[in-house]
């Protein structure tokens, strides 16, 4: 169905792609428990279903091919998690950023790899901006120390933001040519159109029922007011399958050789070498700690947008074959895909990869899905630095001696410098040996997580004494 401007009515079976001499914003209509096509969301866990995941990967071939015309995305907005906290269990809404992430793999990137004059490095990985704009940090939400000045996603109750957002793009006239992607709910992506509709007079007919999930709706302006504006809505016909992904090649496995990072273990137990177990140690705790997957595709591993490439979606929909009948947590955990870094000064990026990379897993599984949001990775933006005891202890507080995970298995997806101190901080607070970083000291291994290990996986268990195993 074709809308334009002024009140007009067509219809066009099969709307042609758009044009990038136009500033198009694309609306995709990511499934929640409020609007869903039937089954593409658990209903107990507001995640993905297969079925979901199923049509999220069929969709970013049809959005590529049949509305860009297999041209490049010009920027990717989705929800930030934590603005939509669903069910009584408060879940956060990942289900807009998963939706739109295969899509956000088939466009390129060109980033510096280093300081100026060397070249930029080219890769299919296009970054999606989450992250927060002020006034939409939610309560318990950690605020940065400042806020992102071109990586803030949509925010699910603050509606002025969003306008704020679009408002930029529009007014941005030649400067914003191209496809401009937003991945949020029906009720978000209703309000935004309305929104643009009436703020600039358009005149357009945009619909105000939910369609369903198959569903794109592209607003097109032409720059500097040249001209009306009209709306295509596009219908994909999409029919997933209700089961998980098939992997048309399975991903290759490698025998365990820990040569990235050594074999490690270390016991610590109450009473013994000066050892005290720390106040509201968990009791029967198991935690799985993964790094996220690939996201480097130069071989200085120095490329950055926040999201990983292809061999990353690989591995993020292999690891629920991987890991079956050998992990069963109870509950999946990453860091709030909202806070943002950036790299050299010029490249901000939201950090999304560690929670895309756990989130097929959690569909496969049906499984709880949390984001620690309560504190940030990096403290001191302007000098981001992984080894800093304050984040350490804050995230081997919130894992491990906060109570708050006894008789608990879970999986956790983190950024990998900040692995290897969380688990030294986690050692030293059970006391016994002070001198961690060395493997003849009874320590993981010394030095920063090798960028080219993505397969290590810690695992810290307590018994049922709070006696304290780490395995790598």
Known sequence: VLLVGCNDYSRDTEPGVLSDTKINLIFVVSPDLEHQTAGDIQPDTANLTPQGLNRSLQMATYLKANVLGSKNVTSIYALSPMTHLQTTNNFPDMTAIGFIQPFALMNQTSLRVSLPPEPEYTANSFPIKVSYTKGSVSNGVSEPASFCPNCAGIDFNNPENNDSLVKNIIDGNNNSLGFHVFSAPWETVSAMMTSINDQYGYNLKVPTKYNGSNYIYALSVPANGDGAASLTIYNSHLKPSATYPALSDKVKKTDCTHTFQPYFKSTRIGGVDNVTVPSNASVNETVYIVRHAEAHPDPSFKFEDGNFVAAGQWRALALYHVFKDKINPDMVYSIDPAQWFYTYGENNFSYVRPSLTVLPFAIGNNLPYYLVSS????????????????????????????????????????????????????????????????LDQDGPPKGGWPSEDYDTIWRPDYHHDSALQNYS
């Open 375 to 438: 504190f940030q990775l990096n403290e001191n933006m302007a000098n981001p630095d992984p080894t800093d005891v304050n984040v350490a202890t804050n995230t081997s507080n919130f894992f491990f001696t906060d109570g708050h995970f006894s008789n608990k298995t879970i999986l956790v997806a983190w950024e990998s410098g900040h692995i290897r101190p969380l688990i030294n901080q986690l050692l030293t607070s059970y006391g016994g040996d002070a001198n961690l970083p060395t």
